[in-house]
Every structure is written in structure tokens, then in C-alpha cells.
């Protein structure tokens, strides 16, 4: 049983040294020295652990995650897993309002891991470490926290690697899962005949053919990145690890183009920034994971993913690629669809609130996946009178 | 039009050390090899070399004293005046064939070093042409100032280089061109092909595929060839795809480390050669070339850009194809091939070698190789022999 250590980010004044050294270098210093290295109120609002998990046939690695439990004592556990470029980071809105108890909606116990490679999480050492791998560590650690049976929430990355995790350990360990990124391949008629007709016989709606071009405007001018980190994520790990100003462009790229209209302040993104410049693991890592997928048997071909169990689905319209609302079906069992008028594509920061309601109305008394997990509901246990 | 030589200003070289000292590294998964990009062990080794003991000076007098370099205004429609730096080196004896040489990218003018000499002997064989060599940096390469505003593609390229050979006296010209300076040289010969370029020599052909294909005539090499271009979209165009899309997100990173500037190249360098062995000065000055550039690193991403956004596609049919002569050197470890059957996509080949060894840097990595396919093509008995009038590589 491993052990459970308190954790406060707490970045070493040499480093913090080097840094500002560093910037000093670049053209343009002013707009970088307010950089917010003020992490006391992270370390406030996220309680934040680590522990040593196992994974199969690689290391142990050592877990960072965030960690907080209702009042309530029957709430039910969720896993929160991010993505690229994101971080547990992505937890922070959506975790006062999941922990909140109440007589009107389910109270969760949430735990957000940082991934292997990401924030104050270790990464892998050796090769091949693929979204299996990922799902392995997240599954192995609700299991250490004493969650045998949990739902998850996920976008970006977080979407494949809580799809794993439904597949995988489904049913017995994971009882639902919920996504803003449900991607999905288009449907084939030999695979799913009845959606496929359906899917052709039913017009896009509006929102859906604004999506199908946004997703075709990300495919033909976004995915540089994709493409970079899934093949040569060594050559250009060397710049992001090495140019504070090179890792802040590269990311906030991301930050700008993939939310809607989300009003940045400097400070929020430097605050996201350095969590990558300062990880556990150097921002080089973190994009791994895109090599890893692509050279993984689920990668390279159709995944053989098949999860049964309920699957809740947000949508929201500045997501990088709108998937037509007949695909969806095809991702998983889908027992519940919400449609927003906005949002992009990091949900969780961008919409807490939206993506709470979802959450809570999926979970909830009149919920498509209420009680899913046997004993944790979310509510109030009523003391019933032995008559 | 003035003479030039490159003098980097001592306040680069310290800024440069200082970053260098600043280098922070990231870690390399255990036994990776090339397969996530350029291995830790050579990077680190190529920094320290570069921040103690790689003589910047040193291997700037030496360039100077090999390569007698100008710089020119050159005019190019809607976009103002750029100032063009370009080598140019007339031939020792004789009425050398006007021959402009265009680069690619991560490459230069650095990219002439071993052929200017060879092309330009005297006292070589006198039953070879000799040669009159112009090799630019392209706008916002080397020491080329670049262009500020968008919209910069092969059209420009083309005019800027074209109008460089004019501007030294060579109404008729021939060219030599690789990588981005295969593209463009077709786009000279497309627009200026006849009347001043005369004929053209490349060592990556690209086009096609044609409308109608038939895979089962292909012969062996041509299948490699094409499976070799097959990989290289699988899993080498990263860098294309980001550059041809975010140059600017990834321009800061070069512009501000060196390291990962470094880093970008090297991957290059070593992957697009047939084995060739760098030495570690070697490749520092090659990179150095893009530190130190007039523009910064970051510009010469654009071009993918542009070319990108222009329709212009590399390889793309759309277009007239030229017809004055064209050569082709086949190098082994080209990125790939395409069959015969397509060549008709690209222009007029009149010429073609195999050769068995070398690979993308032609002219760097086989210059003798690179320099006997122009003497044959362009020689007495060759078939782009007295191409430019008046001036055909002999005396008199």
C-alpha cells in the first residue's frame, strides 16, 4: 500500500533564478516579468498529494493529484483527467461547485491527477507508455484512495484516456463516464448500419454544420502541433524546455484559439504556462503522450475500444471538432447529450458552471446515471424510521 | 551594389554565449535513438561545443575568404525593395555558363561552399564547362533581408532571384535548385524559361500524382521511391506541417533558443543525409547561419507558409510546365522519388543520373557528384551544351 504524501508547489529559487535570467535575454521582457509565481493561492484552493503507483510492465511512478472530498460521506467519487496543454490545473473552478452538497443535486468527491509527464506528476522513462498506461495509473490510483467504483469526467486527452478506463475497467470499477470531447470516427454502414442510416437521413442541424467546418478549419491549418508532437516530440522538446518564451507561445496558442472568447487575463495564462515550465517532469514530456498514441496498436489503427457503460456527453460550439450528434452514439452508450451556445474547448475552465449542471443533472435524482455507484449517490442518506 | 562580408557584431556572440550558458535541457527516454527527434547526447555535446571552443571568427573569415560576397537592392512588385546578399564567383577562365544556385530550407548559400570552386576552376579538365556561380540567400535567409508582408511565395522568389542575374549582366542563365530551390527554380523556368533561364538542373522532383496511374509499371526503385515519400508524410513532415500553418508560434522558440534552434536543424541534417559525416563545426556553422541571419530564425519558416496558402503546393499540377531542358540527379537518400511515368509533370528532362550515395543536401553531402552531373549536362557532348548564347562553359 503506498503511501500518501501532502504536496505544496513549491518551485526551488534557483530555478526561479534561471528563469528571470533567462527572460532577461528575450526582446521583449515587459510583458513577461509579472509572471505569477504566486502559487500559495493554488496550493489554497487544491489540496494536493502525491503517491507512488504501479503501473504493468513499466515503473512505478510517482502521482501528483488533487484530492478533495465532500462533506457529504456518500458522494460519488469522480475522476477528473485532463489534457494537453492543459493540467490539473483544469480542476480548480469545477471543484468548490462538484464538492458542494445539497438537498437539489449529487455531491462528488473529486480527485484530478496531474498525467504521467504533466504538472508534479513523474513521467515515463521508457518508451511505449501509451494512453493505456495513462488509464492504468489513473484506475490504479482511485483504487489506492479507496474508490473501487468511480465515474469519470474528461476532455482532450482525458476523453481517450477515460474511454480506456471505461472499457477496460467498466462495469466493475467504472460506472459512467461523462466527456466534452467525444470524438468520433464517422460512421460505416457495415459497422453501425442503423446509425448510419439514421445519421443520413437526418439534416445537420445548424450548430452541427458550423462545427463540421470548424473541424475542417482544425484539421487544414491546426494540427501542426498534432503532427509535430506525435512524430518528433524530441527535437522540439529542446525548445520548450530551453525557451520560457517559446513553451508560453506554443501554449498559448492553444489558449486563445481553442476557447470562446475566453478573457484571458496575463496572469491566468502565465499561471497555466509556468505549471509546464516548472513540471515535475520538464515540458518536454508532456508531449510524449501524442508519439506514444500514434505508434500504440489503438493508435495506429480503428481502437478496439467498446465501452458499455452509461456515457454523458456536453457539447459545446467552439470545441476543435464538432462531432454530429448521430456519431456520438458510436463513442459509447450514450444515455445523455447536452447542447451549449458556448464554450470551447477546455469546458472545465471555461464553463465550470455548465459543465457542473451537466454533471449534477446526468448524477442526479432524475438522472439517466443516477446511483450508478452502489452506496455513493450524492445525497443526503436518509435515516429511514424502523417502523 | 556592394561587396560583403559577414562580421556577426561582438554584442551577438556574447548574448549568444550567455544563452547557451542558460541552457536548460530536457530529459530523453531510456535507449530512444532518433526515433523521438535528435538524441539528448548530441545536442548537449553540439551546445557545449558551441558556448566553449566553436570559433564563430574563425569560421566567418574563413567563409569570407572562400565566398566573395555582395549585397543588391533588388525591386520586387508589391513588396518594396529587399536587399539581396548572394555569393557570386566568376569562372577562372573562359565564358563560364551563368549558373544560379537556390537553396532550401534549413539550408543557405553556405549550401555553394564546395561546388563554387569546383564549378569555377580554372585549372581543371579543359574539356569541362566552366561556370559563372550567383547562390542567394533567399529573402529572409542568410544575410537576405526579408519581407514584411505576407503574401511572399514562389512568384517572388522567382522575380527576386531572376532579377538578380539580370541586375549582374545575365540576361541568359541556367539554374541549379534543391529543396525549396527546386520549386522555385521551376517557377523561374515557367515565368522566365526560354527567354533568360535556358535550362534547369534539380536534385528533388516533385509532382503528380498524374490523373491516371499505373502502379504495376513502376519498377523497383520507383516504388521505393514513392514508399520513401509515403514514410516521410507518415512520420518526417511534422516540422512542415507546423511551419506551414503556425510559423510564428514556433518562431519564437528558434528565435529564442539556440538550443532549440539547434535542435530543429540538426534533425535535419542528419536524417535528410546519406551517412554524412558532420563534424560538430561543421554543423554549428550551419546553424550559426540562421542565428546570426539578417531576419532572425523565425522568417525563414514563412515560405512554407505562403506556399502553403498560395495554392501553390509543392509538387502541384496546376500549373504550365516548362519546357526548356531540365536535368535530374537522383540521390539515394532523398526524401523520395517519383517515376518516371510523372516526370512529364515537372518539365522536360533531357538529362537524369543515379547515383548511389547521397541524399538530400546534394551539394554538400556529393559535390563532385553534384558538379560532374552539370559539367556532363551542360558540356560538349552533353544536351544543354551552348544553351546560353555567347557563353557556353569554354573559351572563346
Same mark, same amino acid.
Given at each position: 500500500?503506498?503511501?500518501?504524501?501532502?504536496?505544496?508547489?513549491?518551485?526551488?529559487?534557483?530555478?526561479?533564478?534561471?528563469?528571470?535570467?533567462?527572460?532577461?535575454?528575450?526582446?521583449?521582457?515587459?510583458?513577461?516579468?509579472?509572471?505569477?509565481?504566486?502559487?500559495?493561492?493554488?496550493?489554497?484552493?487544491?489540496?494536493?498529494?502525491?503517491?507512488?503507483?504501479?503501473?504493468?510492465?513499466?515503473?512505478?511512478?510517482?502521482?501528483?493529484?488533487?484530492?478533495?472530498?465532500?462533506?457529504?460521506?456518500?458522494?460519488?467519487?469522480?475522476?477528473?483527467?485532463?489534457?494537453?496543454?492543459?493540467?490539473?490545473?483544469?480542476?480548480?473552478?469545477?471543484?468548490?461547485?462538484?464538492?458542494?452538497?445539497?438537498?437539489?443535486?449529487?455531491?462528488?468527491?473529486?480527485?484530478?491527477?496531474?498525467?504521467?509527464?504533466?504538472?508534479?506528476?513523474?513521467?515515463?522513462?521508457?518508451?511505449?507508455?501509451?494512453?493505456?498506461?495513462?488509464?492504468?495509473?489513473?484506475?490504479?490510483?482511485?483504487?489506492?484512495?479507496?474508490?473501487?467504483?468511480?465515474?469519470?469526467?474528461?476532455?482532450?486527452?482525458?476523453?481517450?484516456?477515460?474511454?480506456?478506463?471505461?472499457?477496460?475497467?467498466?462495469?466493475?470499477?467504472?460506472?459512467?463516464?461523462?466527456?466534452?470531447?467525444?470524438?468520433?470516427?464517422?460512421?460505416?454502414?457495415?459497422?453501425?448500419?442503423?446509425?448510419?442510416?439514421?445519421?443520413?437521413?437526418?439534416?445537420?442541424?445548424?450548430?452541427?454544420?458550423?462545427?463540421?467546418?470548424?473541424?475542417?478549419?482544425?484539421?487544414?491549418?491546426?494540427?501542426?502541433?498534432?503532427?509535430?508532437?506525435?512524430?518528433?516530440?524530441?527535437?522540439?522538446?529542446?525548445?520548450?524546455?530551453?525557451?520560457?518564451?517559446?513553451?508560453?507561445?506554443?501554449?498559448?496558442?492553444?489558449?486563445?484559439?481553442?476557447?470562446?472568447?475566453?478573457?484571458?487575463?496575463?496572469?491566468?495564462?502565465?499561471?497555466?504556462?509556468?505549471?509546464?515550465?516548472?513540471?515535475?517532469?520538464?515540458?518536454?514530456?508532456?508531449?510524449?503522450?501524442?508519439?506514444?498514441?500514434?505508434?500504440?496498436?489503438?493508435?495506429?489503427?480503428?481502437?478496439?475500444?467498446?465501452?458499455?457503460?452509461?456515457?454523458?456527453?456536453?457539447?459545446?460550439?467552439?470545441?476543435?471538432?464538432?462531432?454530429?450528434?448521430?456519431?456520438?452514439?458510436?463513442?459509447?452508450?450514450?444515455?445523455?447529450?447536452?447542447?451549449?451556445?458556448?464554450?470551447?474547448?477546455?469546458?472545465?475552465?471555461?464553463?465550470?458552471?455548465?459543465?457542473?449542471?451537466?454533471?449534477?443533472?446526468?448524477?442526479?435524482?432524475?438522472?439517466?446515471?443516477?446511483?450508478?455507484?452502489?452506496?455513493?449517490?450524492?445525497?443526503?442518506?436518509?435515516?429511514?424510521?424502523?417502523? | 551594389?556592394? !561587396?560583403? @562580408? /559577414?562580421?556577426?557584431?561582438? #554584442? =551577438?556572440? &556574447?548574448?549568444?554565449?550567455?544563452?547557451?550558458?542558460?541552457? %536548460?535541457?530536457?530529459?530523453?527516454?531510456?535507449?530512444?535513438?532518433?526515433?523521438?527527434?535528435?538524441?539528448?547526447?548530441?545536442?548537449?555535446?553540439?551546445?557545449?561545443?558551441?558556448?566553449?571552443?566553436?570559433?564563430?571568427?574563425?569560421?566567418?573569415?574563413?567563409?569570407?575568404?572562400?565566398?566573395?560576397?555582395?549585397?543588391?537592392?533588388?525591386?520586387?512588385?508589391?513588396?518594396?525593395?529587399?536587399?539581396?546578399?548572394?555569393?557570386?564567383?566568376?569562372?577562372?577562365?573562359?565564358?563560364?555558363?551563368?549558373?544560379?544556385?537556390?537553396?532550401?530550407?534549413?539550408?543557405?548559400?553556405?549550401? !555553394?561552399? @564546395? /561546388?563554387?570552386?569546383?564549378? #569555377? =576552376?580554372? &585549372?581543371?579538365?579543359?574539356?569541362?564547362?566552366?561556370?559563372? %556561380?550567383?547562390?542567394?540567400?533567399?529573402?529572409?535567409?542568410?544575410?537576405?533581408?526579408?519581407?514584411?508582408?505576407?503574401?511572399?511565395?514562389?512568384?517572388?522568389?522567382?522575380?527576386?532571384?531572376?532579377?538578380?542575374?539580370?541586375?549582374?549582366?545575365?540576361?541568359?542563365?541556367?539554374?541549379?535548385?534543391?529543396?525549396?530551390?527546386?520549386?522555385?527554380?521551376?517557377?523561374?523556368?515557367?515565368?522566365?524559361?526560354?527567354?533568360?533561364?535556358?535550362?534547369?538542373?534539380?536534385?528533388?522532383?516533385?509532382?503528380?500524382?498524374?490523373?491516371?496511374?499505373?502502379?504495376?509499371?513502376?519498377?523497383?526503385?520507383? @516504388?521505393?521511391?514513392?514508399?520513401?515519400?509515403?514514410?516521410?508524410?507518415?512520420?518526417?513532415?511534422?516540422?512542415?506541417?507546423?511551419?506551414?500553418?503556425?510559423?510564428?508560434?514556433?518562431?519564437?522558440?528558434?528565435?529564442?533558443?539556440?538550443?532549440?534552434?539547434?535542435?530543429?536543424?540538426?534533425?535535419?541534417?542528419?536524417?535528410?543525409?546519406?551517412?554524412?559525416?558532420?563534424?560538430?563545426?561543421?554543423?554549428?556553422?550551419?546553424?550559426?547561419?540562421?542565428?546570426?541571419?539578417?531576419?532572425?530564425?523565425?522568417?525563414?519558416?514563412?515560405?512554407?507558409?505562403?506556399?502553403?496558402?498560395?495554392?501553390?503546393?509543392?509538387?502541384?499540377?496546376?500549373?504550365?510546365?516548362?519546357?526548356?531542358?531540365?536535368?535530374?540527379?537522383?540521390?539515394?537518400?532523398?526524401?523520395?522519388?517519383?517515376?518516371?511515368?510523372?516526370?512529364?509533370?515537372?518539365?522536360?528532362?533531357?538529362?537524369?543520373?543515379?547515383?548511389?550515395?547521397?541524399?538530400?543536401?546534394?551539394?554538400?553531402?556529393?559535390?563532385?557528384?553534384?558538379?560532374?552531373?552539370?559539367?556532363?549536362?551542360?558540356?560538349?557532348?552533353?544536351?544543354?551544351?551552348?544553351?546560353?548564347?555567347?557563353?557556353?562553359?569554354?573559351?572563346?
Amino acid at each position: 500500500m503506498s503511501v500518501e504524501l501532502p504536496f505544496q508547489i513549491s518551485i526551488p529559487d534557483s530555478k526561479l533564478d534561471l528563469l528571470r535570467q533567462k527572460l532577461a535575454l528575450t526582446e521583449f521582457p515587459d510583458e513577461l516579468e509579472n509572471t505569477g509565481w504566486n502559487y500559495a493561492k493554488l496550493n489554497q484552493d487544491l489540496p494536493q498529494f502525491t503517491k507512488d503507483i504501479d503501473v504493468n510492465g513499466f515503473e512505478t511512478l510517482n502521482i501528483h493529484y488533487v484530492h478533495q472530498k465532500s462533506s457529504l460521506a456518500n458522494a460519488i467519487p469522480l475522476l477528473f483527467v485532463h489534457g494537453w496543454p492543459g493540467s490539473f490545473i483544469e480542476v480548480r473552478k469545477i471543484l468548490p461547485l462538484l464538492v458542494q452538497s445539497s438537498p437539489q443535486f449529487p455531491a462528488f468527491h473529486v480527485v484530478a491527477l496531474s498525467l504521467p509527464g504533466f504538472g508534479f506528476s513523474e513521467g515515463a522513462h521508457k518508451p511505449g507508455f501509451a494512453p493505456e498506461q495513462y488509464a492504468e495509473v489513473a484506475h490504479n490510483l482511485m483504487l489506492s484512495l479507496g474508490y473501487h467504483e468511480y465515474v469519470t469526467q474528461g476532455g482532450d486527452w482525458g476523453y481517450l484516456i477515460t474511454r480506456i478506463i471505461a472499457h477496460k475497467y467498466g462495469g466493475k470499477h467504472s460506472k459512467a463516464w461523462h466527456t466534452n470531447f467525444p470524438l468520433a470516427t464517422p460512421l460505416n454502414f457495415s459497422v453501425n448500419p442503423i446509425l448510419f442510416l439514421q445519421h443520413l437521413f437526418t439534416p445537420y442541424t445548424a450548430a452541427e454544420k458550423a462545427g463540421i467546418e470548424r473541424s475542417k478549419r482544425f484539421e487544414k491549418e491546426g494540427q501542426g502541433y498534432f503532427h509535430e508532437q506525435s512524430t518528433k516530440p524530441q527535437t522540439l522538446g529542446y525548445s520548450l524546455a530551453d525557451s520560457p518564451v517559446g513553451l508560453l507561445a506554443w501554449i498559448y496558442e492553444k489558449l486563445a484559439t481553442w476557447t470562446d472568447s475566453y478573457p484571458w487575463t496575463d496572469d491566468e495564462v502565465l499561471t497555466w504556462v509556468t505549471i509546464f515550465y516548472f513540471s515535475r517532469a520538464g515540458p518536454a514530456a508532456s508531449i510524449r503522450i501524442y508519439y506514444e498514441f500514434i505508434h500504440s496498436a489503438n493508435g495506429s489503427q480503428p481502437s478496439s475500444f467498446e465501452p458499455t457503460i452509461p456515457l454523458g456527453v456536453s457539447h459545446f460550439p467552439e470545441e476543435l471538432r464538432i462531432t454530429p450528434r448521430k456519431f456520438v452514439h458510436s463513442v459509447g452508450n450514450l444515455v445523455f447529450q447536452v447542447e451549449h451556445s458556448t464554450g470551447g474547448h477546455f469546458a472545465a475552465y471555461e464553463c465550470p458552471d455548465e459543465l457542473v449542471d451537466d454533471l449534477r443533472e446526468m448524477f442526479g435524482k432524475q438522472g439517466p446515471a443516477f446511483g450508478v455507484v452502489p452506496g455513493k449517490n450524492g445525497y443526503e442518506q436518509r435515516i429511514r424510521a424502523n417502523l | 551594389m556592394s !561587396s560583403y @562580408k /559577414i562580421d556577426i557584431p561582438p #554584442t =551577438a556572440l &556574447s548574448t549568444l554565449k550567455s544563452r547557451l550558458e542558460n541552457a %536548460v535541457f530536457p530529459d530523453e527516454l531510456e535507449d530512444s535513438g532518433w526515433a523521438y527527434g535528435a538524441p539528448l547526447a548530441d545536442i548537449k555535446r553540439l551546445v557545449a561545443r558551441w558556448r566553449d571552443g566553436f570559433d564563430w571568427r574563425h569560421e566567418e573569415q574563413k567563409l569570407n575568404a572562400e565566398l566573395p560576397q555582395f549585397t543588391r537592392d533588388i525591386e520586387v512588385d508589391g513588396f518594396g525593395t529587399l536587399n539581396i546578399h548572394y555569393v557570386h564567383k566568376k569562372s577562372e577562365r573562359g565564358l563560364g555558363i551563368p549558373l544560379l544556385f537556390v537553396h532550401g530550407w534549413p539550408g543557405s548559400f553556405l549550401e !555553394s561552399r @564546395k /561546388i563554387v570552386p569546383l564549378l #569555377t =576552376a580554372g &585549372s581543371g579538365d579543359a574539356r569541362l564547362p566552366v561556370f559563372d %556561380v550567383v547562390a542567394l540567400s533567399l529573402p529572409g535567409f542568410g544575410f537576405s533581408e526579408g519581407p514584411k508582408k505576407t503574401g511572399f511565395s514562389f512568384t517572388q522568389y522567382a522575380e527576386v532571384s531572376h532579377k538578380l542575374m539580370l541586375a549582374l549582366g545575365y540576361t541568359e542563365y541556367v539554374t541549379q535548385g534543391g529543396d525549396w530551390g527546386a520549386s522555385i527554380t521551376k517557377e523561374i523556368a515557367r515565368r522566365y524559361g526560354g527567354e533568360h533561364s535556358k535550362a534547369w538542373h534539380i536534385n528533388l522532383i516533385l509532382a503528380g500524382p498524374p490523373a491516371t496511374q499505373d502502379p504495376s509499371s513502376y519498377t523497383a526503385i520507383e @516504388k521505393d521511391g514513392l514508399a520513401r515519400f509515403q514514410e516521410y508524410k507518415r512520420s518526417g513532415n511534422g516540422y512542415y506541417r507546423i511551419q506551414a500553418t503556425k510559423p510564428q508560434t514556433l518562431g519564437y522558440s528558434l528565435a529564442d533558443s539556440p538550443v532549440g534552434l539547434l535542435a530543429w536543424i540538426y534533425e535535419k541534417l542528419v536524417i535528410w543525409t546519406d551517412a554524412y559525416p558532420w563534424t560538430d563545426d561543421e554543423v554549428l556553422t550551419w546553424v550559426s547561419i540562421y542565428w546570426f541571419s539578417r531576419a532572425g530564425p523565425a522568417a525563414s519558416l514563412r515560405i512554407y507558409y505562403e506556399v502553403e496558402h498560395a495554392g501553390q503546393e509543392v509538387g502541384s499540377t496546376n500549373f504550365h510546365i516548362p519546357t526548356i531542358p531540365l536535368g535530374f540527379s537522383h540521390f539515394p537518400k532523398e526524401l523520395g522519388r517519383i517515376p518516371k511515368s510523372w516526370y512529364h509533370l515537372v518539365g522536360n528532362v533531357v538529362f537524369e543520373v543515379e547515383h548511389d550515395s547521397g541524399g538530400h543536401f546534394a551539394a554538400h553531402e556529393k559535390p563532385e557528384l553534384l558538379v560532374g552531373d552539370l559539367q556532363k549536362m551542360f558540356g560538349k557532348s552533353g544536351p544543354a551544351f551552348g544553351v546560353v548564347l555567347g557563353r557556353n562553359g569554354y573559351d572563346g
